[in-house]
């Protein structure tokens, strides 16, 4: 087998995959202090964004009644956070990537104070509070992947990702649904003045254990186009991966806000999309440390693709009519099998871009190319939201359709992934 290389801790040092994340050999598939702090920042991250964010989109329906509205402070909040990957990617490689991440999620506190502030009046600034919050998300998603990989190797990176699963399903139980009830028993906007505020103390806490993560040294200097010259180079399997990554963000693009949407169109109550979170993260917690603790890099092929073909079949009940309990039906099976397809994705993405010395002192302008790749996809996705909107009234089947259309699209990315999620074949 061809060695894999990485970055360690510190960022500099090089070593093959024989070492674990501690840098001593015998602790393969363990994760060390730095990457259990990680999981901690994320999980603080998830848990602000969980008790606000799911209700963002509810928020700025209630007081516009406009779908498009909602599909354009997406497009925009997607866009953005593409842009800053590319544009931060020279801070975080050559200066401080932690002052990245702290600023991220610092604004991310920021954007929600802003909402908090504006009140109903934040429709008319939903274009600007969208560009904030792009700012904030490409921020902090751009260091805490660099970091990730810099913390992680092949033998432990499934666990990882098993691990932030679990927490982000965690987050997930409990914080929609409490945010939910305070939403529901509190009338006006007082429910969501509740939850804004807790939000943007819980990011503040995020930034204080924040300075616990080592300062990572700075790798050289920033190729601002390295990673799409990738796409030009005959033979690198960059030109297949990042259709491949691009095809989740199309489902992604859609899915992250309009599901919470149509519970509420169909219930006409908060709580009711408290209680969706509820149950289908408890299922997505299970699934997710189990598929976490049991996937292997030489299972991980057929583990995605039967990820993605369960992700297009749980679609169908979509096309019943529009109940809560049909949207749970769809969340369930989305949540048992979702880690399938994300796990395998995930670590087989970071391991190619570490199998390698010179792709891994590149580990920058490689996130960056996959996040860009990402928001292309997510761009796809509410793109054709956007363009549908204009026949959901007339055409109420349009809806099923769009979702099927979007939610297929993770087959698409196991074509183009399927020769590189199994160990081995990095180059391929």
């Not at 204080?208 to 796409?231: A, C, E, N, P």
């Not at 079949?313 to 397809?341: C, E, K, N």
Request: glycine share 12%; net charge positive.
């Amino acid at each position: 087998m061809r060695p894999r290389w990485h970055a360690s801790i510190k960022g500099t040092a090089l070593r093959t995959e024989s070492f674990g994340a501690s840098g001593r050999k015998g602790d393969k598939g363990r994760l060390d202090s730095q990457s259990i702090l990680l999981l901690a920042v994320q999980g603080l991250f998830g848990i602000a964004n969980a008790l606000s964010g799911t209700f963002i989109g509810v928020y700025l329906w209630k007081a516009s009644r406009s779908l498009a509205l909602i599909g354009w402070f997406n497009f925009t909040q997607y866009a953005v956070s593409g842009l800053i990957f590319w544009i931060a990617g020279k801070w975080v490689k050559e200066h401080n990537g932690m002052n990245s991440l702290r600023l991220g999620v610092a604004l991310s506190g920021v954007f929600y104070c802003t909402v908090l502030l504006l009140g109903s009046s934040a429709i008319s600034y939903a274009i600007a509070i969208a560009v904030l919050n792009g700012i904030a998300l490409g921020l902090f998603w751009l260091s805490f992947n660099v970091v990730y990989f810099e913390i992680t190797e092949p033998d432990n990176r499934d666990r990882f990702n098993g691990w932030a699963g679990l927490l982000g399903s965690g987050a997930g139980i409990f914080a929609p649904w409490i945010s939910g009830m305070l939403i529901a028993r509190n009338e006006g906007e007082r429910g969501y003045a509740i939850i804004f505020t807790v939000s943007a103390v819980i990011f503040v806490i995020a930034v204080i254990l924040s300075f616990w993560l080592k300062k990572r040294q700075t790798g050289g200097d920033y190729d601002w186009f390295h990673g799409f010259r990738q796409l030009r180079k005959a033979g690198s399997p960059w030109r297949r991966v990042v259709p491949g990554i691009a095809a989740q963000g199309v489902r992604e693009g859609v899915f992250m806000f309009f599901i919470g949407l149509l519970i509420y169109m169909a219930t006409g109550n908060e709580q009711k999309i408290g209680n969706f979170s509820l149950v289908t993260s408890l299922v997505a917690l299970v699934s997710f440390w189990l598929i976490g603790k049991y996937l292997t890099p030489g299972r991980r092929r057929i583990a995605m693709l039967a990820g993605s073909l369960a992700l297009a079949a749980v679609i169908i009940p979509l096309f019943w009519p529009l109940r809560f309990m049909t949207l749970l039906l769809f969340g369930i099976g989305t949540s048992l099998f979702i880690p399938l397809y994300i796990i395998p994705m995930t670590s087989a993405v970071f391991d190619l871009i570490g199998h390698d010395k010179e792709s891994a002192e590149r580990r920058e302008e490689f996130i960056v190319l996959r996040e860009i790749a990402l928001t292309g996809g997510r761009i796809i996705g509410i793109s054709a939201y956007l363009l549908v909107l204009p026949f959901v009234t007339t055409y109420p089947q349009t809806v099923p359709w769009l979702m099927l259309a979007v939610g297929s699209s993770p087959i698409i990315g196991w074509l183009f992934m399927r020769h590189y999620v199994s160990e081995g074949n990095p180059s391929r």
